[in-house]
């Protein structure tokens, strides 16, 4: 869809949730675009389309505000655009390139690799095929391997080898259940006795030990690699104090390095090993995202810490929530306001359409319970596009407003096939931006810090619910799946085409959704005729 100049006519811009001075929308604004919007006496009511969460207010506008306001004003709606920027999408893109090209995290990605397809194979070893094809046994062409997909030096290198093993560790597979979960220490000790076998990895490590020593001490007690202080050291201080634990009876002064003990590898083949195990273990109960982000997964969860964007995530949620809180100049909340201030003029608009794509579904669901508290009675239809919302939330949606604010839904997502195939990060990760946060992002507050949950289920998520032997137990889910299956048509999943108008998508990433032309024409649809 080609850039168009965004009309202020149409968008509210805010931040944390409020209005403000430029580059923000001023509180005014909202009188003066809502009366607009009513004078306008659109024939099929009011759109307000949420972006998501990965979107700046500088592609917002050329890129989703400008061209949808044609498309929603085609159908016959007078279209308002909440713009609102998180800052998740620049950190995660930043830290992309960071990741990849650490020494560290490459190789520990490398080794625990290799040590869950082995403990995962039923004869302990494995082969894989190569960028050529051909299938490869030797384990030094198995990490040269994943040096060519890191540093993707050749574009017959689509998949990290760890997806080309002859390990069967598909949703069926049966050596996944049979795999016997390690003893950590005696893991430990395997992964040890072949660490010469593996001299980069220990130059990795041994830099890392050195990067995280007072440079005073190196000398003395730092590894020899030849290699001088690393630059940047990305490893979490969690991870760096497990492998290389601080020196005894020795306080961390004050804006200091720590000031750590003798370097042994036992103890880093731990760290790995304890890695491992917690790979094994979501293989065995079919909590995986496949081999490749499974482990890519639980090495950022244990050795890099925030560096994934989890509080930026988790505050961009929050933004979402203040902008309903009391306050003249917080966007929802005066938005809903304007709305039932129209009702009591005679002014209401014939219908309100809400559009969320990806975050932009959590937004819709705190809108929903503003327009509960002030007794807002305007026909609403929701559309969710690839929804992150997590089930739980929806869930809750779902007890507050099913009968009514929700009994005209639909929703628009992937198939897991397509899901699975959404290489939006690549070569970090492989799967689409839903597993990246079901799978790192979302968790719980535990006292003063965060408590990561592990394959959190996601309203847009069609593994949820196909998975029904995994996740049949999870009230949430089965609340979600029930509330689709109580409704005609609440899904359309991606690839769906030739059917009825208003049920038809071919979104094939993430961020097709609000330009994808079949599943833009469904909405337009569902605009004009309803559900």
């Given at each position: 869809?080609?850039?168009?100049?965004?009309?202020?006519?149409?968008?509210?811009?805010?931040?944390?949730?409020?209005?403000?001075?430029?580059?923000?929308?001023?509180?005014?604004?909202?009188?003066?675009?809502?009366?607009?919007?009513?004078?306008?006496?659109?024939?099929?009511?009011?759109?307000?389309?949420?972006?998501?969460?990965?979107?700046?207010?500088?592609?917002?506008?050329?890129?989703?505000?400008?061209?949808?306001?044609?498309?929603?004003?085609?159908?016959?709606?007078?279209?308002?655009?909440?713009?609102?920027?998180?800052?998740?999408?620049?950190?995660?893109?930043?830290?992309?390139?960071?990741?990849?090209?650490?020494?560290?995290?490459?190789?520990?990605?490398?080794?625990?690799?290799?040590?869950?397809?082995?403990?995962?194979?039923?004869?302990?070893?494995?082969?894989?095929?190569?960028?050529?094809?051909?299938?490869?046994?030797?384990?030094?062409?198995?990490?040269?391997?994943?040096?060519?997909?890191?540093?993707?030096?050749?574009?017959?290198?689509?998949?990290?080898?760890?997806?080309?093993?002859?390990?069967?560790?598909?949703?069926?597979?049966?050596?996944?259940?049979?795999?016997?979960?390690?003893?950590?220490?005696?893991?430990?000790?395997?992964?040890?006795?072949?660490?010469?076998?593996?001299?980069?990895?220990?130059?990795?490590?041994?830099?890392?030990?050195?990067?995280a020593m007072p440079a005073e001490k190196i000398a003395t007690r730092g590894v020899g690699v030849g290699l001088a202080r690393s630059q940047k050291l990305l490893l979490s201080s969690d991870a760096l104090d497990e492998m290389f634990p601080p020196e005894d009876g020795v306080p961390e002064a004050e804006g200091k390095v720590k000031s750590r003990g003798v370097f042994s590898w036992i103890t880093v083949a731990k760290f790995v090993a304890k890695?491992?195990?917690?790979v094994i273990k979501r293989f065995k109960i079919d909590r995986d995202h496949g081999m490749y982000c499974t482990v890519v997964e639980e090495v950022l969860r244990s050795a890099y810490g925030d560096l994934v964007g989890a509080a930026i995530w988790n505050q961009m949620k929050k933004d979402t929530l203040d902008s309903f809180a009391d306050g003249a100049d917080t966007c929802g909340l005066a938005v809903v306001k304007k709305l039932k201030s129209?009702?009591?003029?005679?002014?209401?608009?014939?219908?309100?359409?809400?559009?969320?794509?990806?975050?932009?579904?959590?937004?819709?669901?705190?809108?929903?319970?503003?327009?509960?508290?002030?007794?807002?009675?305007?026909?609403?239809?929701?559309?969710?596009?690839?929804?992150?919302?997590?089930?739980?939330?929806?869930?809750?949606?779902?007890?507050?407003?099913?009968?009514?604010?929700?009994?005209?839904?639909?929703?628009?997502?992937?198939?897991?096939?397509?899901?699975?195939?959404?290489?939006?990060?690549?070569?970090?990760?492989?799967?689409?931006?839903?597993?990246?946060?079901?799978?790192?992002?979302?968790?719980?507050?535990?006292?003063?810090?965060?408590?990561?949950?592990?394959?959190?289920?996601?309203?847009?998520?069609?593994?949820?619910?196909?998975?029904?032997?995994?996740?049949?137990?999870?009230?949430?889910?089965?609340?979600?799946?029930?509330?689709?299956?109580?409704?005609?048509?609440?899904?359309?999943?991606?690839?769906?085409?030739?059917?009825?108008?208003?049920?038809?998508?071919?979104?094939?990433?993430?961020?097709?959704?609000?330009?994808?032309?079949?599943?833009?024409?469904?909405?337009?649809?569902?605009?004009?005729?309803?559900?």
């Amino acid at each position: 869809m080609p850039d168009t100049t965004a009309n202020p006519d149409h968008y509210l811009i805010s931040a944390n949730g409020k209005l403000g001075a430029s580059p923000l929308s001023a509180v005014t604004e909202v009188e003066r675009v809502m009366n607009l919007a009513a004078t306008a006496a659109p024939s099929n009511g009011l759109v307000i389309h949420f972006h998501g969460g990965l979107v700046s207010k500088d592609y917002a506008l050329p890129n989703i505000a400008g061209p949808l306001t044609e498309v929603y004003e085609t159908a016959g709606a007078y279209p308002l655009f909440f713009i609102w920027e998180s800052g998740f999408g620049e950190a995660i893109w930043n830290n992309k390139g960071d990741l990849v090209s650490d020494p560290a995290f490459r190789e520990l990605v490398k080794k625990v690799s290799e040590w869950a397809l082995k403990k995962i194979s039923i004869k302990g070893a494995f082969s894989f095929r190569g960028a050529s094809g051909q299938q490869i046994e030797d384990i030094d062409a198995f990490r040269k391997e994943f040096d060519k997909w890191f540093d993707q030096s050749t574009d017959a290198q689509t998949r990290p080898p760890t997806e080309t093993t002859d390990v069967d560790v598909s949703p069926e597979a049966t050596t996944k259940a049979r795999a016997v979960t390690p003893d950590e220490d005696e893991l430990a000790q395997q992964i040890n006795s072949g660490l010469d076998d593996d001299p980069a990895f220990k130059r990795a490590m041994a830099a890392a030990f050195n990067a995280a020593m007072p440079a005073e001490k190196i000398a003395t007690r730092g590894v020899g690699v030849g290699l001088a202080r690393s630059q940047k050291l990305l490893l979490s201080s969690d991870a760096l104090d497990e492998m290389f634990p601080p020196e005894d009876g020795v306080p961390e002064a004050e804006g200091k390095v720590k000031s750590r003990g003798v370097f042994s590898w036992i103890t880093v083949a731990k760290f790995v090993a304890k890695i491992v195990i917690a790979v094994i273990k979501r293989f065995k109960i079919d909590r995986d995202h496949g081999m490749y982000c499974t482990v890519v997964e639980e090495v950022l969860r244990s050795a890099y810490g925030d560096l994934v964007g989890a509080a930026i995530w988790n505050q961009m949620k929050k933004d979402t929530l203040d902008s309903f809180a009391d306050g003249a100049d917080t966007c929802g909340l005066a938005v809903v306001k304007k709305l039932k201030s129209l009702e009591v003029k005679g002014k209401a608009f014939k219908k309100l359409t809400l559009v969320g794509h990806s975050t932009g579904a959590i937004y819709i669901c705190n809108f929903l319970d503003v327009a509960k508290k002030v007794g807002l009675v305007t026909p609403i239809q929701v559309i969710f596009l690839a929804p992150a919302v997590t089930c739980g939330r929806f869930a809750q949606a779902i007890d507050d407003h099913g009968n009514e604010r929700l009994k005209s839904f639909r929703m628009f997502a992937m198939k897991d096939e397509r899901e699975t195939e959404d290489k939006m990060l690549k070569p970090l990760y492989t799967r689409s931006l839903l597993y990246f946060v079901s799978g790192l992002l979302e968790g719980e507050a535990v006292g003063g810090g965060w408590n990561s949950i592990l394959d959190m289920p996601l309203v847009g998520m069609a593994r949820y619910y196909d998975m029904s032997k995994v996740f049949g137990d999870d009230q949430a889910v089965a609340k979600v799946k029930a509330f689709f299956n109580d409704g005609a048509h609440r899904m359309v999943w991606s690839q769906t085409l030739d059917e009825a108008d208003g049920l038809n998508s071919d979104a094939a990433r993430h961020g097709d959704f609000d330009n994808d032309e079949a599943t833009l024409k469904s909405v337009s649809a569902l605009i004009k005729n309803g559900m």
